[in-house]
């Protein structure tokens, strides 16, 4: 496996896309790797690595929410915002069905770069007790929320403290 094409990673991204990359070469469908390794590009800026790694992802696990979250997210950053848009809202319909899938919308609505959206979503995923949402208080995803009187309101709501 390769790194993105020009790949330039700083520590921790350099340490965690090595290891990424090893599982990868053990076991090329791993989609936790591919989620990941997909998280570590869009954290540096790498959005057709990261897009192509959420495509996988979510091939391997039949669209899990996170994936097409993150897919969601790198097509947004590299322009591809009406298919972003398409696959958001594939993901609300999907949001309003089974329960658990809040938090990845509110995910994806942060990545798009709208916080009063995200922050809707992410009301729906505390009401619904998501398994996700104590990550609030530690993904640097959240850190543009952190200061937001609605996000400090959830992390209280919830018991959490923001680091």
């Not at 990941?36 to 800026?45: C, K």
């Not at 329960?99 to 995200?118: M, S, T």
Request: glycine fraction near 8%.
């Amino acid at each position: 496996m390769q790194q993105g094409a020009g790949a330039v990673f700083r520590p921790p991204f350099r340490e965690a896309s090595e290891q990424l990359l090893d599982a990868l070469e053990m076991d090329g469908e791993f989609p936790l790797a591919r989620y990941f390794l997909g998280l570590v590009y869009l954290q540096t800026g790498q959005f057709a690595e990261a897009a192509e790694e959420f495509e996988k992802a979510r091939e391997t696990t039949n669209g899990h929410p996170a994936a097409t979250a993150g897919l969601v997210a790198a097509m947004a950053h590299s322009g591809k915002k009406a298919g972003a848009k398409r696959l958001l809202a594939d993901l609300q319909k999907q949001a309003d069905a089974v329960q658990g899938i809040q938090y990845y919308v509110a995910v994806a609505w942060l990545r798009f770069g709208d916080k009063a959206r995200a922050l809707q979503w992410l009301e729906k995923a505390c009401d619904e007790r998501s398994v996700s949402v104590p990550n609030i208080s530690a993904d640097p995803i959240w850190d543009t929320l952190r200061s937001a009187p609605a996000f400090k309101h959830l992390l209280r709501r919830v018991g959490l403290k923001s680091i």
